[in-house]
């Protein structure tokens, strides 16, 4: 199982459209229905917020979705204490939603799937991390890849 972010399955529609890379779709759309590719159910939400064809393609082809549980909400308020964020004062990093997506993909002890910035030079002050750099932190430790690595280490050809 692997958690998608938003960000990832959005990054898909909008790159890869359906009628041009069916076989793509097919594939993604078996990994749904044997629960390879689940989502936090807030990821679901942002969905359907930024591409509603997406998330109603997604619910039409029974994506598995991962409730917020206490557990979860704070392991999500661990990761926020350790970016130092205080309140609801986010930086230019993870917002209240990435910290529960990536809480819910610790929870399930898997890989999450996001598209968000891969950040080389981490910034001095650590509420301005991104998803992949949170994720990498000593105290979080969760696989983190992009799309396009999700689909090349799937070794899946396409045809």
């Not at 890379?21 to 990994?31: D, E, I, S, T, V």
């Not at 610790?106 to 992949?132: C, D, H, T």
Request: hydrophobic share 50%.
């Amino acid at each position: 199982m692997q958690v998608f972010d938003a960000s990832s399955i959005v990054y898909a529609w909008d790159n890869y459209p359906v009628a041009q890379f069916p076989g793509m779709w097919r594939w993604m759309a078996a990994q749904l229905v044997d629960q390879s590719i689940v989502m936090a159910s807030v990821a679901l939400t942002e969905v359907g917020h930024v591409a509603p064809e997406c998330a109603q393609w997604l619910e039409e082809n029974g994506v598995g979705t991962l409730p917020m549980t206490d557990a979860i909400l704070q392991d999500a308020l661990r990761i926020k204490n350790l970016l130092g964020i205080v309140s609801d004062k986010y930086g230019g990093g993870v917002d209240e939603n990435d910290l529960m997506i990536i809480a819910t993909a610790r929870s399930a002890r898997v890989r999450l799937i996001s598209n968000e910035a891969a950040q080389p030079g981490l910034p001095k002050i650590m509420a301005n991390y991104k998803i992949p750099a949170v994720c990498a932190m000593a105290d979080v430790k969760v696989e983190c890849v992009n799309f396009v690595e999700f689909v090349k280490q799937s070794k899946v050809v396409f045809g």
